[in-house]
């Protein structure tokens, strides 16, 4: 049985977490800080301690087993008691009591139990995501840094004109002048018909490009040439009947959605019933409006599936 994973769950909804006869799991909430030295903030959490004086059985981790393993409240408390024995013959025998995502039990030199917590999980649900963040400084500039810098930033935009020099200047005037004489001596001759004809090849391109024009809106307007795909959407019906054949019931939800998948890639007609009283994902192989139709395919899932499949009778939303 894997105790730290039971464990491991109640932390995330309780305060307090008992091992009958051994000690409690306790947790308490730390604010949010910041490490001046490392320059790194750190999302607010909840811290675990050990209480070895707190040892009375109140129930919460028998219930919670005997809930999710389907048996007796007294087999619970049995199998509790057994690991217990387990941990205590490996603390007196010198060795560590290691349970993942929560921390490490030894014996100090006193003989006193000491506990070294797990950082890989935190356990506050309201800080969920949050990642340690590491900032770096920020630099304050004096006035006349950034002076400086503005200065430089001037020159760096500053836009150059280059001047033609004299002699190509000279030789730009010396053909204008020749030009404009040319111009002098044969304006008179053909003005009047340069004129006419300019006015009349003008008037020609700009029927040419109203038309061009025209046709242009016209295609635009009526033909569509890449029109847009159809989309198309599929509801998935909610599952019929209160009866529902659980394959498993995952913390994570991530988890919880990859079984429906893993389940529907096998031809069964997965879905997800909802979170329980434990804040756990449960996952149905399939629902069922009719009871005894449910209980048979129950019995084919357990001997072919999973043998660890069950029977929730529950009313969905």
């Not at 305060?15 to 001046?36: H, I, K, M, W, Y």
């Not at 809106?217 to 529902?244: C, D, M, R, W």
């Not at 009871?291 to 129950?298: I, T």
Request: with cysteine.
């Amino acid at each position: 049985m894997q105790l730290q994973t039971y464990i491991s769950d109640l932390l995330y909804r309780y305060d307090c977490v008992t091992l009958p006869d051994f000690g409690s799991f306790v947790t308490r909430q730390v604010s949010a800080e910041l490490n001046s030295t490392t320059k790194t903030f750190f999302a607010p959490k909840k811290a675990i301690l050990f209480n070895e004086h707190i040892k009375v059985n109140d129930g919460l981790l028998a219930r919670y087993i005997a809930d999710v393993e389907k048996i007796p409240f007294e087999a619970a408390n049995l199998k509790i008691a057994k690991q217990v024995e387990r941990f205590k013959s490996q603390l007196i025998q010198g060795e560590s009591v290691e349970l993942d995502t929560i921390g490490e039990l030894r014996f100090n030199i006193d003989s006193k139990i000491e506990f070294k917590p797990s950082l890989s999980v935190n356990y506050l649900p309201e800080a969920f995501g949050l990642q340690q963040i590491v900032v770096s400084s920020v630099e304050r500039l004096s006035t006349s840094a950034v002076t400086e810098k503005a200065q430089t930033l001037e020159k760096e935009t500053t836009v150059k004109v280059i001047k033609p020099s004299k002699s190509r200047s000279k030789n730009y005037l010396k053909y204008a002048a020749v030009g404009l004489v040319a111009l002098t001596l044969g304006g008179f001759a053909g003005g009047t018909y340069y004129s006419n004809q300019v006015k009349t090849h003008n008037q020609v391109v700009m029927e040419e490009a109203n038309d061009a024009i025209e046709s242009k809106i016209q295609e635009a307007t009526f033909i569509i040439s890449n029109p847009l795909p159809l989309v198309k959407f599929s509801v998935e019906k909610k599952p019929n009947g209160p009866y529902h054949i659980i394959a498993g019931a995952y913390r994570v939800e991530e988890n919880s959605l990859s079984k429906v998948e893993q389940l529907k890639d096998k031809g069964f007609k997965a879905h997800k019933i909802g979170v329980n009283k434990y804040g756990l994902h449960e996952v149905a192989y399939e629902s069922y409006s009719d009871k005894l139709e449910a209980l048979s395919a129950l019995r084919h899932i357990k001997n072919n599936e999973n043998s660890n499949a069950w029977l929730l009778v529950k009313a969905l939303d």
